[in-house]
């Protein structure tokens, strides 16, 4: 397996990520050493759809894939010829997304004659643990086996991780995503997109008590997750009590959130626990949240596991974490540049 960066031993991989609604690119050395991590948000043209529009995505990429790139390479004080190859997201994603990145992908490792590593984005969710971390310059490296809860905006899944290059999916939601959940429920909130951060913020100052919303097959054995039917009762008390929107709308995002947060720690412990594993990873966007990188910790701590969570801009999509998955998975994603294509349902 790579280490990290030794003077000896240094591959320093260009990042790009086009899978959604980010434009992004990086330059990383050796999977951990971040030179440059750039990224264009498109937030503010899906706004006033209230969700992502598969054509904007792909026109906005279009328009800025190139000075993304080119300020992540002039950030990392770096050029073409000082790169070892270029990493890039295929799939999952939406196509006319990935489509962008890897076009250009293709040509620059052509015009640069470059090696190029076809990258699975749920792969770039996980192997987001194993950048450095300046939040917390001693975080330890994850060390397998441990178990990864890999939570955002398409996908709820458990990963038995038992070597950079092995992993299993133990479990998985069967309906929404969790962070699909929390955008669907800021939506009837009223809190616009993207609804994580905002019901994240208010719950704040809401109680996670004041509502009893169900917590989906939390009771059941195995690791799979059910979150429609929490956002569905959301929606029938907001039906039925339409004034609770404006008076009491930190009370139903602190609810709800305790609910979705509940779900999580509770699977992904047990899990951990009973593979004997002393390390839990958490990944993806919703991992920002900061209640659940609390309540995880917490619980984990008295279960005596270990949680490893990545800095907040490497849990949603980012190109740095791309590079880190293209540099400990390495021949097994290297293709070559004319053989590259984008695998919109690519599983793990
Ligand atoms: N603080 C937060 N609390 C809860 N959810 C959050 C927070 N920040 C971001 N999210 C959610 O994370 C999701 C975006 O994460 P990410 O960018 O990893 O997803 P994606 O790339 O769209 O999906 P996937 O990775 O499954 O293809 C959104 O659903 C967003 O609401
Ligand atoms: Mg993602």
Known sequence: MPGRPSPENKMRLLGIETSCDDTAAAVVVDGYTVESNVLASQDEFHRAYGGIVPEIASRQHAETINAVIELALRKARRGFDDLDGIAVTCGPGLPGSLVVGVAVAQAAALARDLPVFAVNHLHGHLFANYLENREQPNHPPPVTPFVCLVVSGGHTDLIAVESPSRHRVIGRTLDDAAGEAFDKVARILGLGFPGGPAIDQLARSGDPRAFDFPRGL???????????????????????????????????????????????????????????????????????????????????????????????????????????????????????????????????
């Open 218 to 348: 939390i009771r059941n054995a195995g690791y799979d997750f059910s979150f429609s039917g929490l956002k569905t009762a959301v929606r029938y008390h907001v039906d039925a009590h339409p004034e609770d929107v404006e008076r009491r709308c930190a009370d139903l995002a602190a609810s709800f959130q305790a609910a979705v947060v509940d779900a999580l720690c509770e699977k992904t412990i047990r899990a951990a626990g009973d593979a004997s594993v002393t390390t839990i990873a958490l990944a993806g966007g919703v991992a920002a949240n900061s209640s659940l990188r609390t309540e995880l910790r917490r619980r984990a701590a008295d279960a005596g596991i270990a949680v490893l969570v990545p800095p907040l801009a490497y849990c949603t999509d980012n190109a740095a974490m791309i590079a880190a998955a293209a540099f400990y998975r390495g021949e097994q994603g290297q293709v070559r540049p004319q053989d590259l294509r984008i695998d919109p349902n690519f599983a793990w």
